[in-house]
Structures are given as structure tokens and as C-alpha cells.
């Protein structure tokens, strides 16, 4: 029988690290070089010059919806697309003009709202009514 003399020392109760965080290394740089790269692209309609778009004016651009649902814009008629280039062009003036809207009394709710759509998404600030009077027979 061998008996252990008590001067030998302890049997070390710790786990070396040192091995594990190599191999997460190795294994985390594995990870980053075999993620594939992003090739693909987003597509994306950027803002186009609109010639056929009414001119914006400085001082005050006045937006008429009449009854039969279509919208003026300065006296003449625009698509919603031109509409909405002809606000978000009034809102980059360095000096936005007043937007001054003048539904006809017989005009739909739902196309006066759409010029509110518009205007909010083309972030308008300034904006007024004109035309009320038209409403004091009802």
C-alpha cells in the first residue's frame, strides 16, 4: 500500500479557460467569414422633375376642389401625383407659401379629404380656408 505524503499538493478544482475562448474565437471568426455578402439592392422611385406640374407661387398657392371631384391648382387642374409634387416643392421654398384651400359647396368630403392626405404627408404648415362664406345658406 503507498500512502501520499501530505506536503504533495492539492488536486487543482478550476477549469482552464484558456483552450474554450480560443475555440470561440476560431469558431466566431468562422461565423463572419462564411456570411454571405449583401448583394442584393433596394428599388427605390427617387423624385423626378415634373414639367407638366403647375408653377408654385411665393406667396400664396390656392387649391380648389370643385364638385365634380377634380382639384385646381392655381386655376388649373393636377393629378394627385402633380398635387403632391407641387406641395412637397412648396414646402422646400426657403419661405413656404400659404396654401389656401377653397372647396366647392357641392364637393365630395372624400376628395377635399384626399387634399388633406396630401397635405399632410407633403408636411404643410401653413394652410387656410377661404371660401366659407359659400356655406352661411346651409
Not at 484558456?18 to 466566431?28: A, F, G, N, R
Not at 400664396?60 to 416643392?89: F, M, Q
Amino acid at each position: 500500500m503507498v500512502r501520499i505524503a501530505a506536503a504533495e499538493a492539492p488536486t487543482m478544482g478550476e477549469i482552464n479557460m484558456t483552450p474554450l475562448i480560443d475555440v470561440m474565437l476560431v469558431l466566431l471568426v468562422m461565423f463572419i467569414i462564411t456570411i454571405p455578402i449583401q448583394t442584393h439592392g433596394v428599388e427605390m422611385d427617387l423624385p423626378q422633375d415634373c414639367p407638366s406640374c403647375p408653377v408654385v407661387e411665393r406667396l400664396k398657392n390656392k387649391i380648389v376642389v370643385t364638385s365634380s371631384g377634380s382639384v385646381l391648382w392655381n386655376g388649373s387642374p393636377v393629378t394627385s401625383d402633380e398635387l403632391a409634387y407641387s406641395l412637397r416643392a412648396s414646402v422646400r421654398m426657403t419661405q413656404p407659401p400659404e396654401l389656401q384651400l377653397q372647396p366647392e359647396s357641392e364637393a365630395r368630403y372624400e376628395a377635399v379629404n384626399n387634399v388633406f392626405v396630401a397635405a399632410k404627408r407633403a408636411e404643410v404648415q401653413r394652410m387656410g380656408f377661404v371660401g366659407n362664406e359659400t356655406y352661411r345658406s346651409f
